[in-house]
């Protein structure tokens, strides 16, 4: 009997088991616990959980033992205790913002408490807004070239802030009214200055606002724009019945035309660059005064003045001038991009002479020296007592036909000398007063002025001139005996020559050093090697001579070389 019922025991405990399996999830898998969650402790504002399991296969909660549970019975309930932190200080109230007095915020659950931890709704502890003190309202003001205008508008005393005439709440760009700019209209030319008055450089004026803007808009105060002064600058006229005297039409000015020399042998008259400026302060100052230091290009001049210098008979633009004035004295700067050609030697003569591309150099304006050759009539003819320049006689030596008849290039009255002689540097190197007294000449170009007494064809018509070359027969009268000078009169046609010449390429690198001067243009043809010659002095030793007796000779060479010098004479009134 006993072992039926022991029996019968041990089926039941394992019908028990097999249901309790079966039983899991109700279709008997095992519970996936997986790790213990943590216990999660209650806040003021959110319950706690206590540390269980949870199957997520079948969604059921295990305590700590594993054993089957609810959520409910996991669940800890809310706790009482809040986190206040530090007290909150009072923050006032601004014009539209609410203040809020002292209190406590519960850093877990954010409600609000009083001073003595009473809890409180945020309205209980709120300070209102004071509202905005308008004042009076601000009219409206028109803009300026450079300033924003306003539109009515008022502004809270109390904080700053802007609004509309309908007090209506606005920002200071809301508005505010845009600046006009200014109103430069047309550039006002520049007004060069008088020997009276001082003169003003190109510039804007704003008429809305008065202000001063150089040519490039920049602006400027007036007196910036103001230029000296200009003692150069008198339009002189010759004093009635006093030849040596002018008097400027201007101001009022009087000064004598020329100056004679104590031996009554030379005559100082005019002015032109001659002497090289080597201060390199003054440099610089000069620099800045032609322009702010901004150099010609063969596209854009800035300001310079192209020479117009031929380069194989076309003009090209690579050398320029510019002529300034400063403290009274007057300037002429120069610079070129390449050399200038000279046409007979390999040389470059402007490199050689010192001056190189693309630097600039200064001369300084120089009163003329003239030595006296002849007076007659109440005139008198002068020769320039150094060779101030170095040009070509003609650019090509091509022959050229004119109204129907041939013109070879050393045709004198045709050729580009004359006209640099009559026009460049007569307006150049004299004012109006001095080029009054200066006579028209006629000037002999005829076959006996350079003593040819074949049927010359090299012989061209005469001239009236102001300025003008020396002839052949001209410097053999007042220099020399035929083909020949004595040694005493050598000094008087061998010539020095200025620093501003050899800037121009003046050949200075004679073969004969010490003895030999640079050579000098006459007007006559050369009638042994004809039209593409001219005649010019030449000082040399001849193997035939007595030793140490120079002769002169008068050499032709061609017409389009650029190394000779100028000595430009003239017939004044004494």
């Given at each position: ?19 309790a ?46 054993k ?17 932190g ?11 913002v609410n ?78 009214i ?14 060069p ?78 002015e ?69 050609d ?52 003609y ?39 001095t ?13 006996t ?76 043809p ?49």
């Open positions: 009997m006993k072992k039926f019922i022991f029996l019968l025991l041990a089926l039941a405990g394992i019908f028990c088991v097999a249901f399996v079966a039983g899991c999830s109700g279709d008997g898998h095992t519970h996936n616990y997986g790790e213990l969650i943590p216990e999660e402790p209650a806040t003021c504002a959110e319950e706690g959980m206590r540390a269980h399991y949870f199957c997520a296969d079948c969604g059921k909660y295990f305590d700590a033992d594993e089957e549970t609810s959520e409910a019975d996991l669940k800890i309930a809310v706790v009482s205790t809040h986190v206040y530090e007290l909150i200080g009072e923050t006032a109230a601004s014009c539209d203040g809020m007095k002292q209190h406590y915020e519960c850093s877990v659950c954010g409600k609000y408490f009083d001073a003595d931890r009473n809890e409180k709704q945020a309205d209980e502890l709120s300070i209102p807004a004071k509202g905005h003190t308008f004042g009076e309202l601000v009219p409206q003001r028109s803009p300026s070239c450079e300033s924003n205008g306003m539109n009515d508008y008022y502004r809270c005393k109390e904080c700053g802030k802007y609004f509309d005439k309908l007090k209506n709440k606005s920002s200071y760009d809301e508005l505010s845009p600046a006009k700019g200014h109103t430069y209209g047309e550039l006002i030319p520049e007004e200055a008088t020997c009276k008055d001082e003169g003003m450089l190109a510039h804007y004026f704003c008429a809305d606002c008065g202000k001063y803007f150089d040519s490039e808009q920049v602006e400027t105060d007036e007196a910036d724009l103001k230029t000296d002064i200009d003692l150069n600058s008198h339009i002189w006229q010759v004093n009635q019945g006093e030849s040596n005297k002018k008097s400027c039409t201007i101001c009022g000015a009087s000064e004598s035309i020329y100056n004679l020399s104590e031996d009554n042998t030379k005559i100082s008259l005019g032109y660059p001659q002497s090289e400026v080597k201060e390199s302060g003054l440099k610089t100052t000069l620099g800045w005064v032609a322009g702010n230091g901004v150099l010609p290009t063969e596209d854009d001049a800035h300001g310079w003045t192209d020479y117009n210098y031929y380069i194989s008979g076309k003009v090209k633009s690579f050398m320029w001038y510019r002529d300034v004035v400063y403290q009274n004295n007057r300037y002429r700067g120069i610079y070129f991009t390449e050399y200038r000279t046409s007979h030697t390999s040389s470059i003569l402007q490199y050689e002479n010192g001056y190189e591309v693309k630097n600039v150099y200064w001369f300084k304006f120089e009163p003329l020296e003239w030595r006296i050759l002849k007076q007659e009539n109440g005139k008198a003819l002068l020769l320039s007592e150094y060779i101030i320049d170095g040009q070509k006689y650019r090509s030596e091509e022959t050229r036909t004119l109204n129907g008849k041939t013109v070879y290039s050393s045709n004198y009255k045709e050729s580009d000398i004359r006209q640099w002689l009559n026009e460049t540097f007569l307006t150049t190197a004299f004012d109006t007063a080029r009054d007294i200066i006579e028209v000449t006629e000037v002999d170009n005829s076959k002025s350079f003593r040819s007494t074949s049927a010359e064809p090299y012989a061209c018509e005469n001239t009236n001139d102001k300025v003008f070359l020396l002839s052949y027969n001209e410097f053999d009268e007042y220099f020399g005996d035929g083909d020949f000078i004595s040694y005493s009169k050598l000094h008087l046609k061998q010539l020095e020559n200025t620093e501003y010449a050899l800037s121009q390429g003046l050949d200075n690198n004679l073969f004969l050093q010490g003895i030999a001067k640079p050579y000098w243009w006459l007007r006559s050369s009638s042994d090697i004809g039209a593409l010659q001219v005649r010019y002095p030449y000082e040399k030793m001849s193997i035939t001579d007595y030793v140490g007796q120079p002769t002169f000779k008068a050499w032709g060479n061609a017409v389009s070389y650029s190394c000779y010098g100028v000595v430009p004479a003239i017939w004044i009134k004494l």
